[in-house]
């Protein structure tokens, strides 16, 4: 029987993919991160698994190319896929990521939804955007993190998040919330998402 709470300390490296025949089988449940280069993605999923460097956060847009897996427990994994618009990516590199992350978003059946980090100062972009199309495209939840939000005041930062919460009311299962990986802001709140997430059917 699977647990019914997931303890996300407990998760750990698995694997790094770069080519589709690298990935785990396609079994159990994940829920997988996907964002724009530089978003806060790597801290947000050190900050939900509280460690330090699960994810490797850098200084260096663009530098994780590849799908990283953790294992929360023997069914349940998070995803960490390619952050994507860094600019100075070669074209061909680029377009190599869209086509992974695209064809792991529409095949994957274990994939039980996304977690879309965005720089609340600059949320919905296009590029995010299409990232939200594909998930759509797919029949996958979303949860919408709005990360460095300590960069911003507390009404500043409600204001954005129902404001996105206004422009994606005809998607309901498209969620968001605030987010800081600094100030470990809304880490329960997203961690219970995941939970959710997870253990759907
Ligand atoms: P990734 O490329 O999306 O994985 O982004 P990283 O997690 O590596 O973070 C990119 C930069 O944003 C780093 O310099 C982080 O220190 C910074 N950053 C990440 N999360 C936060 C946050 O919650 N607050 C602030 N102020 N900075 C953050």
Redesign the pocket.
């Known amino acids: 029987m699977s647990p019914k709470v997931i303890d996300y300390a407990q998760a750990r490296y698995i694997l790094s993919a770069h080519l589709p025949e690298q990935l785990l089988a396609d079994e159990g449940a994940e829920v997988a991160f996907a964002?724009?280069?530089?978003?806060?993605?790597?801290?947000?999923?050190?900050?939900i698994t509280n460690q330090n460097n699960l994810?490797?956060?850098?200084?260096t847009?663009?530098?994780?190319q590849q799908i990283n897996f953790f294992e929360l427990d023997q069914t349940h994994r998070l995803v960490d896929l390619p952050?994507y618009g860094y600019a100075k990516a070669p074209t061909h590199l680029r377009e190599h990521w869209g086509a992974f992350i695209t064809s792991y978003v529409m095949n994957r059946r274990c994939l039980r939804g996304l977690i879309v980090?965005m720089d609340i100062r600059r949320p919905l972009t296009e590029l995010d955007l299409s990232m939200l199309d594909l998930c759509w495209q797919a029949n996958l939840p979303v949860h919408i993190l709005l990360?460095?939000?300590?960069?911003l005041g507390r009404g500043k930062s409600s204001s954005i998040l129902h404001q996105v919460r206004r422009k994606l009311s005809n998607e309901p299962q498209t969620t968001a919330q605030l987010?800081?990986?600094?100030?470990k802001?809304g880490v329960e709140e997203a961690r219970k998402k995941i939970t959710e997430l997870l253990l759907s059917d």
Request: charged fraction near 25%.
């Open positions: 964002g724009r280069s530089n978003v806060g993605k790597s801290s947000a999923i050190n900050a994810a490797k956060t850098s200084k847009p663009g530098r994780t952050g980090p990360t460095k939000s300590d960069k987010f800081s990986a600094l100030k802001l």
